[in-house]
């Protein structure tokens, strides 16, 4: 089962470089997120997507911008890299009304992204 | 205040050793979950137990228990017979509310565990 896929998983940018982290899920979910994470912080929220055709600011939102193309895919965009942007990301899917599933939040792989 | 504090930032026992990982939590909201995540050295990050507040019932898995104490705020994990494999960062995680449909995860700072052989 693939659950979330992110690509790419490495890429190095240089200093105001634009960029598109992608992320697509197959659990058929409704709200999905990026976090990122950084040394001796956890992870923190930058976007989250409720459900298809809304989205939402995180904790972190500065720099980035997201689009929810569809109920699967959920891209994150970096317009003009900058140092401070250096960190892991991680896309996320959830189904928050499944009592079932009960708002367990399944984590993609990681990118791991370096703006030098 | 919504937050979550893992005091001990690294760990390391001794393989069979047995290993509590501590979480404090706060947060106003009576309805909430809690989770606790692995992060291997692989880097992705595997969930391993979601509790919601009103279950204060301990979860035993394998070698893996958990006890959460709506007194304290606190939510501690244990590894009994620790095994080399379980060396990972592990995170505790916060959902202040069922009703939150953003899904905001609070993330601990995370514990860094090392088991040696």
């Known amino acids: 089962n693939a659950g979330v896929t992110q690509t790419p998983k490495f890429q190095v940018l240089k200093t105001g470089q634009s960029m598109t982290l992608q992320c697509a899920q197959d659990?058929?979910?409704?709200?999905m997120y990026w976090y990122r994470q950084d040394p001796g912080m956890g992870l923190r929220l930058i976007y989250y997507?409720?459900?298809?055709?809304?989205?939402d600011k995180g904790e972190v939102p500065n720099g980035y911008n997201v689009s929810r193309l569809n109920k699967r895919e959920f891209s994150l965009r970096l317009e003009s890299a900058a140092p401070s942007q250096t960190s892991v990301y991680f896309c996320?899917?959830?189904?928050?009304?499944?009592?079932?599933?009960?708002?367990?939040?399944?984590f993609g792989e990681g990118s791991w992204l370096t703006v030098v | 205040a919504q937050k979550v504090t893992q005091a001990q930032t690294e760990i390391s026992v001794v393989e069979k050793e047995d290993v509590t990982l501590d979480c404090v939590y706060e947060?106003?909201?009576?309805?909430?979950?809690l989770f606790w995540y692995k992060q291997p050295p692989s880097g992705e990050l595997v969930f391993l137990i979601r509790?919601?507040?009103?279950?204060?019932q301990n979860e035993i898995s394998g070698r893996y228990s958990w006890n959460f104490q709506k007194s304290t705020s606190s939510f501690n994990f244990t590894i009994t017979a620790s095994q080399v494999v379980d060396s990972a960062v592990y995170f505790c995680?916060?959902?202040?509310?069922?009703?939150?449909?953003?899904?905001?995860?609070?993330f601990g700072q995370g514990t860094e565990l090392s088991v040696k052989p």
């Open positions: 996320a899917s959830s189904e928050i009304w499944d009592p079932a599933s009960g708002n367990t939040i399944y």
């Open positions: 659990m058929n979910h409704n709200s």
């Open positions: 997507s409720a459900s298809e055709g809304t989205t």
């Open positions: 947060t106003r909201d009576t309805t909430y979950y």
């Open positions: 509790r919601n507040s009103f279950d204060e």
């Open positions: 995680a916060l959902l202040p509310s069922i009703y939150n449909q953003g899904g905001k995860l609070i």
